[in-house]
Each structure stands twice: as structure tokens, then as C-alpha cells.
């Protein structure tokens, strides 16, 4: 899943902007057998994998054998259907031309931006909140507990990433399943992604894509050494770190312009 994921996330972020992802992309791209298979298969272990993490991180703090068993059928439906929308729009989709049969539902593209603006201000309101509640405790010098261990950090990031990346996905899905239907409000959604405001929530999707594949392949690899992974840890989490950053600045490049 982590080369598909960079497969992707190259031709999407690296190679063209997000917005340049237009109805006729899609055609070009889905003309070919292999880049349909190559898109089921990422959707298929990427939303799995999703949905498993958020579940997981749900159920932890859910006690009632009731709502664990609501949200467990919740989170079975979510995979079902989403699942089962991407499969018959990549399996089935055929061009159209300019317009299709959901072309007179012109309230959609709005609905999916609003989807995209909700996520970008979650994602906003989160780190503010998260640097100032730091930031005063800080300055107060109130102890951070265990906020002074770069594992709990780790932790953190680890979960929140995948989480935003999810949310961002489900929204993905059902804006490319707009393609095959109605070209026309498909591009007017993908061309909301050229938006001043959720230009740094592509960057953070970014981030989060690049820290949450590689931090699991760090992961692997310290449970593979067991003890002799133990003084790895920290250097492994700094050097994560500083490698998120350095692959999300060609990102902010792509996507403010900044091209040679």
C-alpha cells in the first residue's frame, strides 16, 4: 500500500496540481486497464486500513457492549458502501463528453467544497488549539506530563494523520465517483482544491500521507529488532520528522506555483 500510496500521491501533488485532476485526466488515466486496477487496489487497502485505524481508535474509549456493537456495524456499513461506489464508478465508468446523467444536480460540487472546508477548519482549529493549550502551559511553566516523551508525539501524530487522511479520502471518493456521471460538476469540484484556504490542507494532507506511511515502517521495523530497536526509537521519530517536512515542501511548491 505505501508504494501505491506514493504512486499516487506523486502524480497528484508532485507531477500536476490537485485541480489539474480534471474529467478528462481521469478518462486518459482510466483509458488504461492497469491504472483502473492500480486505483481499485488503493482504494480497496486504503480505505480498509482507514476505517480499521479510526475504529480501533474509537472503540478505546467506548465501553457499552451497545455502542461498541453500533459502531462496529457502522464502521462495517462505511466500508461497504464506499467501497462498493468506488469499485462499480472505476469498473464501469465510461466518457461522456461535457455532461452526464447528474448534471442538473448542480448542488453537489458546493456540498463536497463545504465537505473539503469543514475538514480544512477542523484541521485548523486542531493545531491552533493544540499549539495554544501548549504554548500556555509553557509559559506557565506547568509541567506537560506526557507530553515530554517524543513516543507519546509519535503517537499522536500517528493517530491524527490517519484519521484526517480517512476523512479526506471518504470525500475524495465521492467526488471522483462525480466523473463518469457529470464531468462538468466533477471539474467544478476538483477545481475548489486551487483554493487559497485549503492550500495549507493539501500541504497538511501531504504531511499526514508521507509521516503516517513512513512512521509505520518504522514501527515494523523497531518491533523486528525488539531490544536492539530501543536507542533507535527517538532518532528514528526525529528523523521522521525532518523527512516529513523535507518531502512536504516540494508539495507547498507544486501548489503555490513555485515551479523551474
Keep these: 500500500m505505501v508504494v501505491l500510496v506514493f504512486t499516487h500521491l506523486f502524480v497528484t501533488h508532485y507531477a500536476s496540481l490537485p485541480s489539474a485532476a480534471t474529467a478528462a485526466f481521469v478518462d486518459a488515466r482510466w483509458a488504461a486497464a492497469g491504472w483502473r486496477a492500480f486505483d481499485w487496489t488503493l482504494l ?10 479510526v475504529h480501533a481508535m474509537v472503540r478505546d474509549v467506548v465501553g457499552r457492549p451497545v455502542s461498541r456493537a453500533a459502531l462496529d456495524v457502522g464502521a462495517g456499513a462505511v466500508t461497504a458502501a464506499f467501497v462498493g461506489l468506488g469499485t462499480a464508478v472505476i469498473l464501469t465508468a465510461t466518457p461522456t463528453g461535457d455532461r452526464g446523467p447528474l ?9 463536497l467544497t463545504a465537505g473539503l472546508v469543514v475538514i480544512a477548519t477542523a484541521a485548523y482549529l486542531g493545531v491552533l488549539a493544540a499549539g495554544a493549550a501548549l504554548g500556555v502551559r509553557l509559559a506557565r511553566r506547568v509541567p506537560i506530563g506526557r507530553w515530554n516523551y517524543p513516543g507519546q508525539w509519535a503517537f499522536a501524530l500517528n ?3 490517519g484519521a484526517g487522511v480517512l476523512g479526506f479520502l471518504l470525500v475524495h471518493v465521492l467526488d471522483v465517483a462525480l466523473s463518469p456521471f457529470a464531468p462538468d460538476l466533477y471539474d ?5 482544491y486551487a483554493m ?3 492550500i495549507p490542507m493539501e500541504v497538511g494532507l501531504v504531511a499526514a500521507v508521507v509521516y503516517h506511511a513512513f512512521d509505520g515502517l518504522r514501527l515494523m ?3 523486528a529488532l525488539d531490544r536492539r530497536g530501543t536507542r533507535m526509537t527517538v532518532p528514528s521519530f526525529v528523523a521522521l520528522v525532518l523527512l516529513t517536512i523535507s518531502l512536504s515542501l516540494p508539495a507547498l511548491a507544486v501548489l503555490l506555483g513555485w515551479r523551474p
Design 44 to 53: 480497496l487497502l486504503a480505505l480498509t486500513h482507514g476505517v480499521v485505524g
Design 103 to 111: 448534471s442538473s444536480y448542480t448542488w453537489i460540487p458546493p456540498v
Design 159 to 161: 493517530r491524527t494523520a
Design 188 to 192: 467544478r469540484t476538483v477545481a475548489a
Design 196 to 198: 487559497p484556504y485549503l
Design 221 to 223: 521495523l523497531l518491533e
